[in-house]
């Protein structure tokens, strides 16, 4: 899970930081001073705790332009609002917040918005999905139904839970598709980093029984990818 801290004040970064730790320690949590670091920085949050009231940008300003850059995508950040004042609390929810927290920070009620974010996010990164052109349909596969994806001439073959399917595409653009949770090990094959069983440097096995080879050349950065893979709380089967 990524989250993002935003805030002017160091000590309330701080702060969240501490208690986000004490109900997630996996989660990868980045720090902002301000509404420009945080949109310049180009990231995916899964949750942003957002000050409202900072020089520059203003939080609700802030969010207004991070929901601009999120047009066309399937899943929004969850923007949860930090303030002193709940005058803003209008203006907050026009920009699709979860909630909001005022200051000085209650541990009792912050723990109860983030339990419930963070299993709103967890529901969503486990239904999270692609839509992929497959016999003359578009069809919908759910990343944690996916084992693995081999090249196969100028097509690919998705080979999921619900068995094979044969689709145009070219294997490099379901690798940039899908880099966050699956890796390629060989240029033949990208597998899904939680349907992996086990692995050495010559091969990965699949939870099917399947067996993927493994390059050379990939096996350091494979560990890498899986050690950075499981730290962010990806399910590791190994």
């Known amino acids: 899970m990524k ?10 970064c701080l702060k969240i930081t501490d208690l986000i730790r004490m109900r997630n320690n996996s989660a990868e949590i980045s720090l902002f001073s301000d509404g420009e670091a945080l949109i310049a920085s180009g990231e995916d949050f899964d949750i942003i705790f957002l000050d409202i009231e900072m ?12 929901r601009g850059l999120e047009e066309g ?3 929004k950040t969850a923007i949860i ?21 005022t200051k000085p920070i209650d541990e009792e009620r912050f723990f109860r918005i983030f339990e419930a974010v963070s299993k709103e996010v967890d529901t969503a990164l486990e239904n999270k999905f692609i839509m992929v052109k ?8 759910f990343l944690h139904d996916i084992s693995y994806i081999e090249s196969s001439n100028k097509k690919v073959i998705l080979n999921t839970k619900q068995g094979k399917f044969e689709v145009y595409g ?11 949770s699956f890796f390629r090990p060989h240029r033949c094959y990208l ?19 399947d067996r993927l080879p493994m390059s050379k050349q990939k096996y350091r950065d494979f560990v890498k990818a899986y050690m950075r ?10």
Do not use: H, P, W
């Not at 609002?81 to 927290?101: K, L, S």
């Open 55 to 66: 020089k520059k940008l203003t939080g609700i300003e802030t969010a207004e332009k991070l």
């Open 81 to 101: 609002f930090i303030t002193a004042f709940r005058e803003y609390m209008e203006q907050a929810f026009d920009v699709g917040a979860f909630n909001y927290i």
């Open 229 to 238: 893979y499981a730290r962010k709380g990806g399910i590791v089967n190994v």
């Open 170 to 180: 070219k294997l490099s653009e379901f690798e940039e598709l899908l880099k966050e």
């Open 191 to 209: 597998v899904n980093m939680e349907n992996i069983s086990a692995y050495d440097y010559e091969e990965i096995v699949t939870l099917d029984g």
């Open 3 to 12: 989250i993002a801290v935003c805030d002017d004040s160091k000590e309330i």
């Open 73 to 75: 995508k399937e899943r």
């Open 134 to 141: 497959c016999q003359g349909i578009q069809r919908r596969f």
